[in-house]
């Protein structure tokens, strides 16, 4: 079943990125658009209803940082909240990270429907240990779990029992909405929005024509806005139309900068430069594969093959070993996946190849003579 989704979501996205032109895809194209006016018209009205005071958001008593975006996957999102909650933890702060924890095994739709309000939310970590896998958690918020120590991790659709929860068990004094931008039922203090360089707001339309969640000049709400994936040339253009749509917000270019190799399986540490000639094949379930192949070919590698699976794909063992056996078959030197991927990996016996992750951090380009300085002006001022 979830092969078929994965199938149709390659399929859907493949007619918004307009690679298909044939009659059944201009069809549902056009469906699709239609299914984007009402999808647009729903997400206007809630945002009125909420901006005039007819809903009224929850108050939790204590600091709520928002990190999102306005459009569906691909803004490298998970990195800049690890860094604000590694920041924020070291000045002092008790965070929790509250997540919806996207592709998490799900409950049967019976007791989500009649039991979520009474069921506690999952922790997938207390600030020192881990408790769940990704299966139970989400890709997202097991690497952030994985990666940050004195921080909570907590996954529930319900982002207000969550916060409730946080408080009430673990003291916690700031809360991390990760991807909360459009999560308007809990009062955010601050709102920072990410924007993708190279794909800032796809064809411009809203779901499911488009990647877009509301519409574009909805940014205005922004009190910060990252552009990520930057190259260094300025992004001028870019910075003239978020400028023409937010003149208040504070605007900065950072990137995903590649850090080390990991093993996935040993977890031993390896250099960037191991990449410098290597021949590899690269496997990803991530939503922008190239922009990974291309960082690798970058560093140095040769990319003899690459697998491309949906995003959040959660690998079988055989598929793992299949990588394998076409690895062998181009007498490749290495497999590297992603960090988000490697935490879907199943345990395998067989590792006639190495296989290694790699870990890229945030790296700030422009906005702030030092990005810690930075960060504790958007969070403590």
Known sequence: MRRRLEQLEAYI??????????????????????????????????????????LRPHTLGCQVISIGNLTVGGTGKTPIVEVFARNLQKSGRKVAILSRGYKKDEKPWIERVFREHKTPP?????????????AMSGDEPFMLASNLRDVVVIVDKDRVKAGKYAIREYGCDT??????????????????VLVDRTNPFGNRQMLPRGILRERVRNI????????????????????????????????????????????????????????KGLKVAAVSGI???????????????????????????????????????????????????????????????????????????????????????????????
């Open 287 to 381: 939503a922008m594969p190239k922009g990974f192949e291309d960082e690798l070919i970058r560093l140095g590698a040769q990319v003899l093959y690459h697998k491309r699976y949906a995003d959040h794909h959660r690998y079988s063992q055989q598929e793992i070993l299949d990588v394998i056996n076409r690895g062998l078959q181009r007498e490749v030197d290495m497999i590297v996946t992603t960090e988000k991927d490697a935490v879907r990996f199943p345990m395998i016996e067989r590792l006639d190849v190495p296989i290694c992750f790699l870990r890229v951090e945030i790296e700030m380009l422009s906005g702030a003579n030092a990005f810690n300085e930075w960060i504790n002006r958007i969070c403590f001022r």
């Open 220 to 275: 205005k709400r922004a009190g910060f806005i990252f552009i990520t994936k930057s190259n260094g040339d300025g992004a001028v253009e870019l910075k003239k139309q978020l400028r023409e749509l937010n003149p208040n917000a504070e605007i900065s270019e950072c990137r995903h900068s590649p850090k080390h190799l990991q093993n996935v399986y040993t977890k031993e540490r390896l250099p960037l430069d191991a990449l």
């Open 122 to 134: 999952r922790v997938v970590s207390d600030g020192e240990r881990l408790l769940l896998d990704s």
């Open 175 to 192: 809360l991390i909405l990760d991807d909360g931008f459009q999560y308007l039922t809990l009062k955010h203090r601050l709102d920072i």
């Open 13 to 54: 996205l493949s007619i918004i990125e307009g690679r298909r032109r044939d009659k059944a895809a201009l069809a549902i194209g056009g469906l699709l658009r239609l299914l984007s006016y009402v999808f647009g018209s729903v997400v206007q009205l809630r945002l009125f209803m909420y901006s005039s005071g007819i």
